[in-house]
Structures are given as structure tokens and as C-alpha cells.
């Protein structure tokens, strides 16, 4: 059944509802309730990137990253309402750039051609995961009032445009790139912000200071272990939500679901593989960290790759994530969350080897080097555009000296300062059991 579905053309990216033909209404609603299942069981995504970050970052700080994870989620999901899914989707009147109708659910529509609102849940969702991942670059030193700003502009301006050059329409994929979940306009885009926030934003006090006595241990593995498990049921939906026209396409479903999940697992296999290798030793944080070096692989082309292509191209993720977790604090890159081993380079991996691999035109099924250049010209475009206009609004706001957290709340912890409380009460407990828990992460 596989090779049946692959040896037909598919386009690169559906377009927001590619239903069957009028007439066969059955079919069509079926598939409009496949994408809003799809974008309900994604909402569940915050939960899983809740446990990862809260546990990536220290004790005292669990709660407060937590909420900027929420408090992107609801940002995310207002701008997308007002302008997000209108620059995202709406028509752009010839200009190639961005859209300009839909705007704050002006005349949407909800017909068997085209359902905004199915769409705009599984899109919305979909954005706010990109968000949660910049919150991972933030982790520990931005203010409050500078993630939000951030998080509006990010997701109301930046990643939109984005979006609108890679969709089904959009210039970029008429050109020939191509990227079916997001690999690119997701994970790398976001990747690539978190980048720039934390250069920007420099490393937490006392990081990289031989001379301090601060503990900068995660909070817990097993909180990061949870937020994958979570997560990586989700990615069935992130990949599979993409894929709305299953009454057209019998066998894609299919296919994009296995290549999901072997993809999580080859990249987890490995990164537990390598981090033994290297250091003779195993990390849970270092397997469930591969597990999603390799889902974020997957998305460019799960729908277009043969099964053996996908296990390698995420075993490559999770390789490149080891050796590149391992390498960045040498070069005092301050990354609690590791979102650019995970994020960016998986991004990377999966929309460079989409040129490589593509069975409808990838170099090794003798296709040429069209579908490479395109895939290189794509993460050349998204990572000038991101940069930019991150590194413009984070400097805007650290002119207004409100970019980072003051020096007292960052070694107190921003939960104590500035939550009220930790993230988790004590107040009945033994206070020197207290003091071991918490010098763990102090």
C-alpha cells in the first residue's frame, strides 16, 4: 500500500482545505473532522512542551517558565484570531508577501470548499507550538512583558509570513520547496528565534563563572521524559493534521503515521547510542531529547518518504543533537532547554535531506539538484527573515531596559520573586529534606 500511494504525485503542501469535489459531502466532512480533531488533540502540545521546559530549567524557576509557556499559548491564540491566520492564509491580492483578508474572522467561511474555522483551530495550535518553543530560548531571564511582546510579534507578524510563502500558494513553494509539517516553517523558523534570544539575552548569571557555587542542574528528567511521551503522541496529529484530504488519499495516513513514529524512535535509539559511546554513560534527558531531534526531522516529508529514508534522516537528528548538546556550553552558548540542538538542527536536517530523499524529487532518485537548492534557498529565506526581526524587537526592548529579569530575582528565582511562591509547597515537610530537594537546582 505504501509504495501504491508513493508512486503518485502528492503536492508539497495541502492547501488549507483540499476536500473532495462537490458532491461528496460524506468524504468532506470527514475530513473536516479529522483537521479539528487534529487541532484538539495539538492543544494538548502545551502540556507536554510544560513538563519539558519545567523540567529543563532549575527548581526555582519551574513555575514561572511554565507560565510563559500558557501565557504564549494565549497570546498566540488572539493575534492569530486578529491577523495571524489572515496573514497566514488570506489573500495577498498578487503580492506574493503576505495576506490581507480573513483578518480577525472577517468573512470566513465555512462551505465544503473551504472551512475556516476547522482550519483556523489546527493552525492556531500549530503556532502556538512554534511559540513554546522560542519560550525555551527565553528560559530563565526574560521578563514577563518582554515574552509577551515577543510572542505577539512572533506569532502575529513573523512566522505568518512565513507561513504564507511556504503554503500550498505561496511563492516559495512554487518555486519548488517543499515542507509538508513544518520542519522549516515551524521548528526551524522557531529554532532559529530562540537562537537569537538567547544570544541576545546572554547566559544566566553566574553560568559560566568558574569561580560560582551555583548549581545548575535541571529540575527534573523525568518531568522532560513526561513532556516527550506527551509530545510525541501529539506529532501523530502535527504531521497527520497536514494530510485533509484522507477520503482522496487512502494510503497517506497511513504512511505519515509510521513514518512518525519510526522516526521518533530512530532518533531516541541513537541519541542513547551515541551519549554512551562518548561519555559511558545513559541520560533520560538525552533519549527523550532525541525522540523529538527526530520527530522534528520527520515533518518536512513524512508523506513522501520511504520508511527506510525516514529512519535514517532522524537517525541523523538524533545523532546531530548529541554531539551538539555536548558542544554548546564549550562555546558558552547557554541553552537550558536545548532548543537549538532540537529544534533548529532537527529543522535543518529534515528540510535539507527533503532534497535529498523526496521520493517525487529528491537527488538520489536521480530527480537532480532543483528540490536541494530550493530546500537550501527555503532555510536561507526563513533564517534572514526570523533573525531580523527577533534580533530588531529584542533590542528595541533592551533599549527600554526591560528585555531580562534583574540580578537579585534571577539568583533568588523568578517563582519566588515574582510568582509569589515555588512550584511546589513544602510547607508540611521536614525543613532539612526541603533544603537537599533544593539545593539541587540552587
Not at 473532495?20 to 473536516?32: Q, R, V
Not at 518536512?300 to 529512519?311: G, K, P, R, V
Not at 526581526?389 to 534571577?410: N, P, Q
Amino acid at each position: 500500500m505504501q509504495q501504491h500511494y508513493l508512486d503518485h504525485t502528492n503536492p508539497a503542501n495541502p492547501t488549507p482545505a483540499p476536500n473532495p469535489a462537490a458532491g461528496t459531502t460524506n468524504g468532506s466532512t470527514l475530513d473536516e473532522d479529522w483537521l479539528l480533531i487534529a487541532g484538539i488533540v495539538l492543544a494538548f502540545s502545551q502540556l507536554g512542551f510544560g513538563f519539558l521546559e519545567a523540567g529543563s530549567v532549575r527548581y526555582k524557576n519551574a513555575q514561572s517558565i511554565v507560565i510563559k509557556v500558557f501565557l504564549g499559548m494565549c497570546l498566540t491564540v488572539l493575534i492569530y484570531w486578529l491577523f495571524g491566520y489572515g496573514f497566514s492564509y488570506g489573500d495577498d491580492f498578487g503580492t506574493y508577501f503576505m495576506g490581507g483578508t480573513k483578518l480577525g474572522a472577517y468573512n470566513w467561511a465555512a462551505t465544503e470548499a473551504q472551512n475556516d474555522y476547522s482550519n483556523f483551530v489546527f493552525k492556531a495550535t500549530l503556532s502556538c507550538i512554534g511559540v513554546s518553543i522560542v519560550s525555551g530560548g527565553a528560559a530563565e531571564r526574560l521578563t514577563f512583558l518582554a515574552w509577551g511582546v515577543l510572542a505577539l510579534f512572533y506569532s502575529g507578524f513573523v512566522s505568518p509570513a512565513i507561513v504564507h510563502w511556504t503554503n500550498a500558494n505561496g511563492w516559495l513553494t512554487k518555486l519548488g520547496y517543499k515542507d509538508l509539517a513544518g520542519s522549516g516553517f515551524i521548528f526551524y523558523s522557531a529554532g532559529v528565534a530562540a537562537l537569537v534570544v538567547t544570544v541576545v539575552s546572554k547566559p544566566r548569571k553566574y553560568r559560566f563563572d568558574p569561580n560560582s557555587t551555583l548549581n545548575f542542574q535541571p529540575f527534573s528528567s523525568i518531568y522532560v521524559a513526561f513532556g516527550t511521551v506527551i509530545l510525541f503522541a501529539t506529532w501523530m496529529f502535527i504531521n497527520g493534521g497536514q494530510i485533509q484530504s484522507g477520503q482522496s488519499t487512502p494510503y497517506v495516513q497511513g504512511l505519515v503515521a509510521v513514518n512518525t513514529l519510526i522516526a521518533g524512535a530512530a532518533g531516541g535509539f541513537w541519541s542513547f547510542v551515541i551519549r554512551y559511546l562518548t561519555k559511558e554513560t545513559t541520560s533520560l534527558f538525552s533519549i527523550s531529547r532525541g525522540i523529538l531531534a527526530g520527530l522534528v526531522a520527520s515533518s518536512a516529508a513524512a508523506h513522501e518518504s520511504q520508511i527506510w529514508a525516514t529512519s535514517i534522516v532522524a537517525s541523523i537528528a538524533g545523532i546531530v543533537y548529541t554531539l551538539t548538546a555536548t558542544a554548546l556550553p564549550k562555546v558558552k552558548l547557554d541553552d537550558p532547554v536545548q532548543v537549538v540542538p532540537i529544534f533548529l538542527h532537527g529543522g535543518f536536517i529534515g528540510v535539507l535531506f527533503t532534497g535529498l530523499l523526496d521520493v517525487n524529487g529528491g537527488l538520489f532518485y536521480g530527480k537532480g539538484m532543483k528540490l536541494v537548492g530550493c530546500q537550501l534557498l527555503g532555510l536561507l529565506i526563513i533564517t534572514v527573515w526570523v533573525a531580523f526581526f527577533v534580533f530588531f524587537i529584542l533590542i528595541v526592548l533592551k533599549g527600554f531596559a526591560v528585555l531580562r529579569i534583574d540580578s537579585d530575582a534571577e539568583v533568588a528565582g523568578i517563582d519566588k520573586e515574582k510568582c509569589n511562591y515555588e512550584a511546589i509547597s513544602f510547607s508540611n515537610e521536614d525543613p532539612q529534606q526541603v533544603n537537599i530537594i533544593k539545593s539541587v537546582s540552587y
